[in-house]
């Protein structure tokens, strides 16, 4: 995708982008995703208090560490996709075997 003005766009959201990252390393850094993911570490925290809150992610303090676990059976939230899991969506990314 190239060329000035030309419209960048993606077909996942910075959630799914957030939780990919997370689901290949469980304890990576908030700004480690940040540079993956290419927004800002703030936008990554507050992407994580989403997953958090919703029960998609738990977190847990491992030193000065966070360690997160994805809930592999929450259902997606859009209608279209709501009869599939986060983990059927990580297993056709290819996160999960």
Known sequence: MGGSGERRWTFLTNHAHVLVCIAENPDIRGRE???????????????????????????????????????LDGDLRHP???????GELLTMLGRLS
Not at 43 to 62: C, H, K, P, T, W
Not at 80 to 86: A, F, G
Request: glycine share 8%; proline share 0%; charged share 30%.
């Open 33 to 71: 995703i940040a540079d993956e993911v290419g927004i800002s570490e703030r936008a990554v925290q507050g992407i994580i208090a989403d997953l958090v809150e919703a029960g998609y992610v738990s977190r847990e303090r491992a030193g000065r560490r966070n360690h997160y676990t994805i809930n």
């Open 80 to 86: 279209l996709e709501d009869d599939h899991t986060v």
